[in-house]
Every structure is written in C-alpha cells, then in structure tokens.
C-alpha cells in the first residue's frame, strides 16, 4: 500500500517512486492513478471510480497470491482514511496471509497545514464528515466533544454534491463551542495544479467553496492569524 501524498513527484517519499517502479501491477482510484501516470508506463494498471474500495483490494489480494508485485496506491497516507487497514481487513477476513508493506506518505492535513502555516502545533483531531461509512449521530458526537475539548479540528471529505447539509451542522456544532472569529484554513487541492489556500473565520467558512478535495482546519482558542499565516501556540511562552 503505498501513499504518493499530495500526488506530486516533489512530495512523495523515495521509497514510494520506487516501489511503484517495480510494481508490476498498478491498482487504484482513477484520480490518484492519473497523479502518477509518468511512474507507471509499460505496467498493468486498473482503476475504478469511488466506493469500490473492497473490489480493489480483494483484486489486489488475488493478484499477489498469483505472484505479482502490487502496489494499491493510496493519496496522503494509505493509514489516514486510505487503504492499509481495508486491504489487512479483507486478508484476514479471507483467511489470506500475503507479505505487505506499508509505505507511508505525507498526509493531507499535513499538506494543508503546511500551506497555512503552522495550525497543528498543539493537540488536534482529525474527523471525517462522510457519513458512508460512519453514522452521523457518532460524527456529530465526535464534533462536540472535539470542541468542548478545544483542539484544532481538521475536517475531511466536508461536503460532496451528494452531501451538503453535514458542513453547515458541524459549523452549527463548531459555533455553539467556538467564538465566530475562531480562526479557520480552508485547503482546497492542497498542492496540486488546482490548489486554492483560504484563511477566514468560523462565522464566515460557509461563504467560501468546499467541496471533497478540501481540507478545513478549525483553529483553537490559542490559534491567530499573522501575516497570511495561521498559527496556534506550541505551549511555550514567548
């Protein structure tokens, strides 16, 4: 399982290019696989569209145990929201014992936080709104006590042409806890050709365009705003 990061060459680790070098087969989500369509000429290559994840990973199970090198790519991180977990999830459902390896790469919040700034200095959560897989009474539940507790919140997968409403409640959430000038980053694309870096407030994040590609980090109490920069305290005085 290997992670590319953001999806650009600069950003992906030496160990992921080569491994997915000396892969012979390719298997992935059509988005992350055109990101690296410069690594992978010559090789067998099958993608397919979203949530037809635990078909590509029963593929890839079949094809290693048939002898073949095959890396699952996986944007960021293939252990954040990726496929690590669900590919070792289906072998052991299957009964199946394969050598894997687990390369890691730079996760999108870190991508994200990077091009605000510094807005993961301190303890933070990290919570994805896509109710597919969770229900949304345990994602709410999750939203509230992130910010009773006062961490940074990093927010994936915030809002889809399918799903619009879980954005505005999690700001409802956000708000009740939260001062309206809480400081928020809004990443779209982080470091990719149609990348776009917003930092705003929490009473104003839903005039701006988010949409799956975006990442949102909510700032805490200690979180500012200096110089195009969003920055929250490390703990130490200075």
């Known amino acids: 399982m290997v992670g590319i990061g953001p999806g650009n060459l600069e950003n992906m680790s030496i160990r992921a290019v080569e491994v997915i070098k000396s892969s012979d087969c390719i298997i992935g989500y059509k988005t992350y696989i055109n990101l690296i369509k410069d690594l992978?000429?010559?090789?067998?290559v099958?993608?397919?569209?979203?949530?037809?994840?635990?078909?590509?990973?029963?593929?890839a199970i079949?094809?290693?145990?048939?002898?073949?090198?095959?890396?699952i790519i996986s944007s960021g991180d293939p252990g954040v929201f990726g496929m690590a977990g669900?590919?070792?999830?289906?072998?052991?459902?299957?009964g199946q014992k394969i050598p894997v390896e687990i390369v890691p790469g730079i996760p999108s919040e870190n991508a994200a936080a990077a091009l605000l700034g510094a807005p993961l200095m301190h303890d933070h959560v990290t919570i994805s709104?896509?109710?597919?897989?969770?229900?949304?009474?345990?994602?709410?539940?999750?939203?509230?006590?992130?910010?009773?507790?006062?961490?940074?919140?990093?927010l994936y997968n915030p809002k889809s042409s399918e799903r619009k409403w879980q954005i505005e409640k999690t700001v409802e959430i956000l708000l009740s806890r939260k001062p309206s000038d809480t400081p928020v980053g809004?990443?779209?694309?982080?470091?990719?050709?149609?990348?776009?870096?917003?930092?705003?407030?929490?009473?104003?994040?839903?005039?701006?365009?988010?949409?799956?590609?975006?990442?949102?980090?909510?700032?805490?109490?200690?979180?500012?705003?200096y110089d195009n920069y969003m920055v929250t305290k490390r703990g130490y005085k200075v």
């Open 86 to 94: 669900l590919v070792l999830e289906v072998a052991k459902n299957a």
């Open 40 to 44: 992978i000429e010559g090789k067998e």
């Open 186 to 225: 809004i990443v779209k694309s982080a470091m990719r050709k149609k990348q776009n870096v917003t930092i705003t407030n929490l009473g104003e994040v839903l005039e701006h365009p988010i949409d799956m590609t975006t990442i949102l980090i909510v700032g805490n109490s200690t979180t500012f705003v």
């Open 46 to 59: 099958i993608n397919s569209g979203m949530r037809a994840e635990v078909d590509r990973a029963s593929l």
């Open 62 to 71: 079949q094809k290693a145990e048939a002898g073949k090198v095959v890396s």
């Open 129 to 154: 709104l896509s109710d597919l897989l969770t229900p949304w009474d345990v994602i709410e539940k999750r939203v509230e006590l992130a910010a009773e507790g006062d961490f940074v919140v990093v």
